[in-house]
């Protein structure tokens, strides 16, 4: 039985990837929300493995196991042992690390991560196109500040407006939303926001 | 006056990594003063949560250089990190810089069983050993930030001067230096030896008080680093040497007067530390709170970013972290030192930025430690550099030092 301890604080995600992962008869998975004293959780239950989000600053103190407690076997970062460059590469860009108790060798350990892998990738790419909607909404309402201020003092119409941001945006090599917070904030130091 | 040097950066898109403590102001500043653009990079700073993730995300490229803790680069290359990329840091990101808080029902019950301890300052672990040898089965929690830190160095030479075991009497722990107030708040843990500005934040919320800076167990010892690859230095020369001289000129602009309040309010953004500028201004500017019920004590080399060859990656530092690292069970192997020293403490890339910005620099790669207790002047260099006492007032560590001296010969 591979025992596999999963520390993540996104619910939601780790529901889906324990899962799929207990699809697999032959691992025993343990979910660990990052609230709880995380040395306590490793001693209690001895993992051989351990999945945690890259960003948790738990992290460090799962390196401490390393030196500190001694009676404990001394987990190594599974980039160094066992994965390929490639997997590495993939396991970073997803957000995803994990640790491995040390001399384990495993088939199922690199089957586990690409599981853990495959589901931290999707998140990651459900959050970027969250951050770009956030993004373009943001963008939206800077233009239309921005439209504002030159239609009052310009007496520009709204049409006109946009169409200079953007020749504005064009000249500056960026995009319009952020020629446009430019612009605000080139005015607001003028004092010139009415 | 520095003159401009033209590099010719290979790589001119940077993303560098820090975490949010005082002591990666040499970044913010030349990010916010336009430094690095004047040396021709792009740098895109990325705020981090973990040195572990700091360690990967250099090692594995999305990061192309970082702050660390000073003995990071050291520990990767002798591959006792877990990774075992190797890493290498040509300038020293600033001297001294954090304390050994502890808990005040910690505090009060030391001073019950041992008041006269209490007269001097730094405060000495004396009482805590007195503590513990009256409750036996008292099992006191201390943090640190990783297990290659000058914190954890620290924090260990601390307790063994008074006749604490750190691994035995009491029980160590690594925690991320922002959760340490709110576990000390909580009891999860009794004291914790991390960077600003949590110790003045433990202070200012009544939970702590300081016992001792790193400053007075060390007058000026090493804190924290410019870390990147041994491959991406061999694979970017010129755009190592271009953030070597951005950080520099930061350096020097941080140790002026003016310059301290500024970055204090930069650092206190939301992009850096998200932390209200109060908390972070005494020590940068020399005033520290020791404890919420008196006024701040004078400290002005709390932080030194320039002064006293701040930026140098003297050798000297190197070969404590590898007795640190040997004295805690870490390194067990035996090591070629100087080769490993010459390969992870880049002093030859220091020396050629230096001479081309027109800044003193040492010829030679070590600096004797302890033996001078007041400011000094350091010869062995293109032009004197100006040196602030080098003061080991912890006895264990003085031993410690004065060892590493007598093997430079």
Known sequence: ?194 | MTHTTHYHPEKTELNIGFLPLTDCAPLVVAQERGLFEKYGLNVHLQREVSWANIRDRVGFGSLDAAHMLAPMPLAASLGIDGLGIAMQSAFSMGLNGSAITLSRGLMEEMKQVQPESFQCSPLSAEPLKKLLSEQRDRKLVFAHVFPYSQHHYLLNAWLENAGIDPHKDVELRVIPPQQMVLKLANGEIDGFSAGEPWNQIAVRQGVASIATTSYEMWNNGPGKVLGVTKQWADQYPQTHQALIASLLEAAQWLDEPEGRLQVAEWLSQPEYLNVPLAQISGPLLGQCLYSGDEPARSLPDFNCFYRYGATIPWHSHGQFFLQQMRHTGQLTHKVNEPELLNAVYRMDVYQSVAESLGLPYPMSQYKPEVIHQSPWVFKDASQPISMGSSWVATDKLRQQLLQLNAQQG
Not at chain 1, 98 to 122: C, H, P
Not at chain 1, 124 to 150: C, H, M, P, S
């Open chain 1, 1 to 194: 039985m591979l025992k596999v301890m999963l520390v993540d604080g996104n619910a939601e995600r780790s529901d889906v990837l324990q899962n799929e992962l207990k699809a697999d008869d032959s691992v025993n998975v343990i979910v660990v929300d990052g609230s709880r004293d995380l040395m306590t959780e490793v001693r209690k239950y001895s993992p051989d493995i351990i999945i945690i989000e890259m960003a948790s600053p738990d992290r460090d103190t799962l390196e401490s196991l390393r030196t500190v407690n001694r009676e404990l076997p001394k987990p190594v970062v599974f980039f160094a042992e066992q994965s390929d460059y490639e997997t590495t590469q993939a396991a970073i860009n997803a957000g995803v690390s994990a640790y491995i108790v040390d001399g384990l060798s495993e088939n199922r350990l690199n089957s586990v991560m690409e599981v853990a892998i495959a589901r931290f990738k999707t998140f990651q790419q459900l959050k970027d196109e969250l951050e770009e909607t956030k993004g373009r909404l943001q963008d939206r309402k800077d233009v239309d500040k921005a439209k504002g201020i030159l239609m009052k003092h310009r007496q520009l119409s709204e049409e006109e407006a946009y169409q200079l941001l953007r020749k504005m945006a064009m000249d500056r090599n960026m995009k319009i939303g952020e020629a446009a917070r430019n612009f605000t904030a080139a005015m607001s130091l003028l004092g010139d926001i009415g």
